[in-house]
C-alpha cells in the first residue's frame, strides 16, 4: 500500500490550545493537502502545498512541509470546539486530484 | 448548488448481491473518482476517470466495475457483494486544472 500515516491517531486538547498533528508519505509527490472530515460526513479541503514550498497558512492553520523528510505537519491555532473532525493528509504525483493518496487520519478532540 | 451527489446514503445487502451506488456532479467537473473508507484505514482509490469514456483501476479495485458515459454521472457496480465490502464510500470530482477534490457526503454500505 503506498497509503502515507499519520500520528498521532488521537488527539485530545482544549479549546484555545494548539493542535499539531503529523502526516509522512511514501513517494515524491506534486501537491500535500489537508482535508477535514466531520462525523458522518464528507471531506472537506482546507489547504494546499506544493512540493516546492515549505510553509503556508491560511487563517488559524499553518501546514509545513519536509520533501527530504517526506513529512507534513499541520497546526491549527486557538482550537475550537467546532474544530474538532478527523484530519487526513493527500498526495498527488500527477498535479490532479484524480488520484489522491490518503493517509490514515488524525482524530480531533476540543473540548471546552 | 448541489456539488457531488451520493445515492443511496445507507444499505444493507446480502452476500452475492449487486447493487450501483450513485454519484452525480453538477459542476461540469473532468475527473471523478470513488474511494472507501474503512476504519483506521483512511481512504484508498478504487476507480477514477479523467473524463467521459475513460476510467482506470486504481488501489483496490477487485469486486468493483465503473463506467462514464456523461461528465456528470460515476457509478460503482458491486457485482457480488462480499462482507469484505462493508465499507463506507465516497466519491470525489476535480477539475483538471488543480488538485483539490470535492467529496459526496458518502454512502455506507453494509454486506451480510
Known amino acids: 500500500s503506498q497509503q502515507g500515516e499519520e500520528d498521532p491517531q488521537a488527539l485530545s486538547i482544549q479549546e484555545g490550545e494548539n493542535a499539531t498533528m503529523n502526516c509522512s508519505y511514501k513517494?515524491?509527490?506534486?501537491?500535500l493537502q489537508w482535508y477535514r472530515q466531520n462525523s458522518g460526513r464528507g471531506l472537506v479541503h482546507l489547504i494546499l502545498?506544493?512540493?516546492?514550498?515549505r510553509e503556508k497558512h491560511s487563517g488559524r492553520l499553518r501546514v509545513t512541509l519536509d520533501t527530504s523528510k517526506k513529512s507534513s505537519s499541520l497546526l491549527i491555532t486557538a482550537s475550537r470546539a467546532a474544530d474538532t473532525a478527523s484530519y487526513f493528509c493527500?498526495?498527488?504525483?500527477?498535479?490532479?486530484?484524480?488520484?489522491?493518496?490518503f493517509g490514515t487520519g488524525t482524530r480531533l478532540q476540543v473540548t471546552l | 448548488n448541489a456539488g457531488v451527489t451520493q445515492t443511496p446514503k445507507f444499505q444493507v445487502l446480502k452476500t452475492g448481491q449487486s447493487m450501483t451506488l450513485q454519484c452525480a456532479q453538477d459542476?461540469?467537473?473532468?475527473?471523478m473518482s470513488w474511494y472507501r473508507q474503512d476504519p483506521g484505514m483512511g481512504l484508498r482509490l478504487i476507480h477514477y476517470?479523467?473524463?467521459?469514456?475513460?476510467?482506470d483501476q486504481g488501489e483496490v479495485p477487485n469486486g468493483y466495475n465503473v463506467s462514464r458515459s456523461t461528465t456528470e454521472d460515476f457509478p460503482l457496480r458491486l457485482l457480488s457483494a462480499a462482507p469484505s465490502q462493508t465499507s463506507v464510500y465516497f466519491c470525489?470530482?476535480?477539475?483538471?486544472?488543480?488538485?483539490?477534490?470535492?467529496f459526496g457526503q458518502g454512502t455506507r454500505l453494509t454486506v451480510v
Open positions: 470525489a470530482s476535480s477539475p483538471h486544472t488543480g488538485p483539490e477534490a470535492f
Open positions: 513517494t515524491s509527490i506534486n501537491n
Open positions: 502545498i506544493r512540493s516546492n514550498e
Open positions: 493527500a498526495t498527488d504525483t500527477t498535479g490532479t486530484a484524480s488520484k489522491l493518496t
Open positions: 459542476m461540469n467537473h473532468e475527473y
Open positions: 476517470s479523467v473524463g467521459a469514456g475513460i476510467t
